[in-house]
Nanobody, 127 residues
Framework: VQLQASGGGLVQPGGSLRLSCAAS????????IGWFRQAPGKEREGVSC????????YYADSVKGRFTMSRDNAKNTVYLQMNNLKPEDTAVYYC?????????????????????WGQGTQVTVSS
């Protein structure tokens, strides 16, 4: 299992970025894929996931209405479109995979339930 996150960068408040997470050595549409972030001095937190149970995208309250997660099965890649970015969105963003299929999304924000992680991509929101 390999996950490669990319697309981070420096953006001004109110701007947009699209993160990508390319999967290899497995077919991602069978599994839950999540996005997490970790700011300096803070714990890793769940941002969004697409559940293997119902295929629905779930979001943390802090990003609802601003972030959209999607999946391109043909490219074996998931995306996180981030709009109206705020300085508090600054963090290293990671994608992760839960290998347990048809698992309830309850508790998806807990990093301990995700077995495989990409290397992270830095997002900095600053003027």
């Amino acid at each position: 299992v390999q996950l490669q996150a990319s697309g981070g960068g420096l953006v001004q408040p109110g701007g947009s970025l699209r993160l990508s997470c390319a999967a290899s050595k497995f077919t991602l549409d069978y599994y839950a894929i999540g996005w997490f972030r970790q700011a300096p001095g803070k714990e890793r937190e769940g941002v969004s996931c697409i559940s293997s149970y119902d295929g629905i995208a779930y979001y943390a309250d802090s990003v609802k209405g601003r972030f959209t997660m999607s999946r391109d099965n043909a490219k074996n890649t998931v995306y996180l479109q981030m709009n109206n970015l705020k300085p508090e969105d600054t963090a290293v963003y990671y994608c992760a995979m839960d290998p347990r299929t048809y698992r309830s999304p309850t508790g998806w924000t807990n990093p301990e339930r995700w077995d495989y992680w990409g290397q992270g991509t830095q997002v900095t929101v600053s003027s």
